[in-house]
Nanobody, 119 residues
Framework: QVQVVESGGGLVQPGGSLRLSCAAS????????MGWYRQAPGKQRELVATITSGGSTNYADSVKGRFTISRDNAKNTVYLQMNSLKPEDTAVYYCNADYILYGADFDSWGQGTQVTVSS
């Protein structure tokens, strides 16, 4: 089984920046896509950004031009650099890893990290 753990959330003022990290750990696995999702109070979880093992990225329209997803395949880690943060970015941010283990496809979610954008 693969575990993913997020870090880097916190409180930031509007216009500020934060960098989230997510590390996947385990043995015998290979990771395909990794991604970030978020869930604000009273709302459904939504996609923020995803990245393939080859580095192709996809972003929600609401974060394009402000957020950047990247990954370090050697460390099984994905990052989310968030700039020009807005109050509407406030949410719990979750990391997801889509991986292959013993020939089968699985995905794993982290426990989430809170991001609060407020003055």
């Amino acid at each position: 089984q693969v575990q993913v753990v997020e870090s880097g959330g916190g409180l930031v003022q509007p216009g500020g920046s934060l960098r989230l990290s997510c590390a996947a750990s385990g043995s015998g696995f290979s990771i395909n896509n990794m991604g970030w999702y978020r869930q604000a109070p009273g709302k459904q979880r939504e996609l923020v950004a995803t990245i393939t093992s080859g580095g192709s990225t996809n972003y929600a329209d609401s974060v394009k031009g402000r957020f950047t997803i990247s990954r370090d395949n050697a460390k099984n880690t994905v990052y989310l650099q968030m700039n020009s943060l807005k109050p509407e970015d406030t949410a719990v941010y979750y990391c997801n890893a889509d991986y292959i283990l013993y020939g089968a496809d699985f995905d794993s979610w982290g426990q989430g990290t809170q991001v609060t954008v407020s003055s």
